[in-house]
């Protein structure tokens, strides 16, 4: 069964950063595209960053894009968001997935169950 564990949440005013982590287990992270998703209150969960299996594509929605950098470390069975310029409306629970394709839109299918996520709140 895979897991997801995401952390790296927190509080931080407007401007400031934050490093996210999702740490997986029970899947070879080398051989899946991953990637982050937020879910604002009210607000339905979004695809925001992937990174291909292969590493050689990197997408971004347009309103993380330039702000947010998606790594990953495959020997630690790891992905990771680097956060900068952090700006109210990121506020939202972050997630992780493995996904089945590289376009931010339309949004891929996921594959494993959820996480608990990690609460990411950005006050003004």
């Known amino acids: 069964q895979v897991q997801l564990v995401e952390s790296g949440g927190g509080s931080v005013q407007a401007g400031g950063s934050l490093k996210l982590s999702c740490a997986t287990s029970g899947t070879d992270l080398s051989l899946n595209h991953m990637g982050w998703y937020r879910q604002a209150p009210g607000k339905q969960r979004e695809l925001i960053a992937v990174?291909?299996?292969?590493?050689?594509?990197?997408s971004y929605a347009d309103s993380v894009k330039g702000r947010f950098t998606m790594s990953r470390d495959n020997a630690k069975n790891t992905v990771y968001l680097q956060m900068n310029r952090l700006r109210p409306e990121d506020t939202a629970v972050y997630y992780c997935?493995?996904?089945?394709?590289?376009?931010?839109?339309?949004?891929?299918?996921?594959?494993?169950?959820w996480g608990q996520g990690t609460q990411v709140i950005v006050s003004s």
């Open positions: 997935n493995e996904v089945r394709g590289v376009n931010i839109t339309p949004p891929p299918p996921v594959k494993w169950t």
């Open positions: 990174f291909s299996s292969g590493g050689t594509v990197t």
